[in-house]
């Protein structure tokens, strides 16, 4: 399977590349430099070093003709728009936020329109467009920095002027925004006020009326990732609707499973988190139709390309980075995981049964946190210290509100049953809110680190990813483990990556 990761890393190279330099001839050179470090490394056998060169080559080629790469762009900002909501609304007390994209580029609008607008609405707008300024004081949020990583090339300095050239047109758009505005809906109905907004966080990454106080609590612990949907909420889901259709004897587990993935990947916003759950859940699915199983860093190289297909500039979203590591740190953690499942079956007191299993969780929490650092100080300028330890609880509660956020929604017009799952999921939802709160104010929760260095911070994560794996082998040499199964510990459900 050399060609899989050759093809990947060729791809990455060149979309960091495009992404990067303003020079075509500096970004073709920088792509060459790395088909050649790909094609130079031996394989074992020369049909494989030829089919890891052509592979490399043709994903430079496929990121080179995407459109977005060859997007014309002119120097001057212009005044008026004209493209699709590419976005989920998001809503505000003043105006709503958005952003179009366009043959342009990506441009944010902040609006006070009364149009009912959706997801891939085509729409005509009209604002003076200006780039954002700098951040003035030491540590403070460079919204410039994210725009030119999200490749966004300007935002309404006012309210803009938005005129409908084509909604509700769109099936896709209207039903992804039905959705979400159906489910944040459900959530104020059957939940109070303080725990409403967190409920359609957890549920579909709707974080518009989430108080900022709480939202910085899920940030100083480490685990804001709760309120992004992302493979935790799609495995959830698969996996407690699949269980449900296996008990009650169904046999379209597999479809059911996939069209719910699609369902909230695409109602989410489709992004790159989302996308990489549904393609490994697709790649899953077909390989147990060919009786076959996948392994987890070829699975994980799949999904980055179709990533990269998707949108070339995806290498430098925040999301997308951390999502990626992430699942990194479980893989190199799956195996010590393994080993200390096998020391929780072997045990026979319930206290060595709770211990190795909160050892576990925190193992694999551990590693997570430790991949991810160099990319959450480059984004985010800080990072937490207690993340391991945090993700434990909190990481539960999420999971189960998630899950009984769901069947809530789905069993919430049946009365009675419906009282009870939203009385259910207030409990939790308090819960989450009080353990965030009380982590947060633990002292030095979290360290600021500055500005970190791009080059750096790839050296470092490349490095981290590769002592752990070292590490997570050697801790297994010798010790009779089975099939790692690739599961977070602490799920309600043990879903699949």
Not at 62 to 75: D, R
Not at 161 to 167: C, E, H, T
Not at 397 to 418: D, H, K, Q, R, T
Request: glycine share 8%; charged share 10%.
């Amino acid at each position: 399977m050399r060609p899989i990761f050759a093809v990947t890393l060729a791809m990455i190279t060149a979309s960091f590349a495009v992404a990067t330099q303003s020079t075509r001839i500096i970004a073709s050179l920088i792509m060459m430099v790395g088909v050649l470090i790909i094609v130079s490394v031996p394989p074992a056998r020369r049909y494989r070093r030829i089919a890891s060169g052509v592979s490399a080559i043709v994903g430079c080629i496929l990121v080179c003709f995407h459109p977005l790469t060859n997007s014309k762009e002119s120097a001057v900002l212009p005044r008026t728009v004209i493209g699709d909501v590419c976005s989920p609304i998001r809503k505000g007390d003043t105006s709503n936020r958005f952003t179009v994209c366009s043959p342009a580029g990506k441009f944010v609008v902040r609006t006070r329109t009364d149009l009912n607008l959706n997801y891939l609405d085509r729409v005509h707008v009209t604002s003076d467009f200006t780039v954002p300024e700098p951040p003035r004081n030491i540590g403070e949020f460079d919204y410039q920095a994210w725009c030119k990583f999200h490749h966004i090339r300007g935002v309404s300095s006012a309210n803009a002027d938005v005129l409908a050239v084509n909604i509700g047109q769109n099936p896709i758009g209207s039903f992804v925004s039905n959705v979400r505005l159906w489910i944040d809906l459900q959530c104020k109905a059957g939940l109070p006020v303080d725990t409403a907004p967190l409920a359609s966080g957890i549920l579909l990454s709707i974080t518009d009326d989430l108080p900022f106080e709480l939202q910085e609590a899920f940030g100083r612990t480490g685990t804001v990732h709760v309120l992004s949907t992302s493979g935790m909420h799609i495995s959830v889901l698969v996996a407690s609707i699949g269980t449900i259709l296996i008990w009650s004897g169904r046999t379209t587990t597999a479809a059911t499973g996939l069209g719910l993935s699609l369902l909230v990947g695409y109602a989410s916003g489709g992004g790159p988190a989302p996308l990489r759950a549904v393609t490994s859940l697709f790649v899953r699915l077909i390989a147990r139709y060919l009786v076959r199983s996948p392994e987890p860093w070829h699975l994980l190289c799949c999904c980055a390309c179709v990533a990269i297909l998707r949108d070339p500039f995806v290498v430098m979203d925040a999301g997308a980075q951390l999502s990626f590591l992430a699942v990194s740190g479980l893989i190199v953690a799956a195996p010590i995981a393994d080993v200390i499942s096998q020391r929780i079956r072997q045990a026979t007191s319930l206290f060595s049964k709770v211990t190795l299993t909160l050892l576990q969780g925190c193992t694999v929490s551990f590693f997570v946190t430790l991949i991810t650092a160099p990319a959450v100080a480059f984004h985010m300028h800080h990072v937490s210290l207690i993340s391991p330890i945090a993700n434990l609880p909190v990481g539960f509660l999420s999971e189960w509100a998630l899950l009984i956020g769901a069947m809530a929604l789905v069993f919430g017009w049946i009365p009675g049953i419906g009282t009870l799952m939203f009385t259910l999921l207030h409990g939790v939802l308090r819960s989450l809110i009080y353990i965030a709160n009380l982590l947060a104010d633990v002292p030095y929760a979290d360290v600021a680190t500055g500005i970190a260095d791009p080059y750096l911070v790839i050296i470092a994560s490349v490095g981290l990813i590769g002592l752990c794996f070292v590490i997570g082998r050697k801790v297994i040499q010798g010790a009779s483990v089975s099939e790692p199964q690739y599961f977070v510990p602490w799920s309600p459900t043990k879903p699949l990556l």
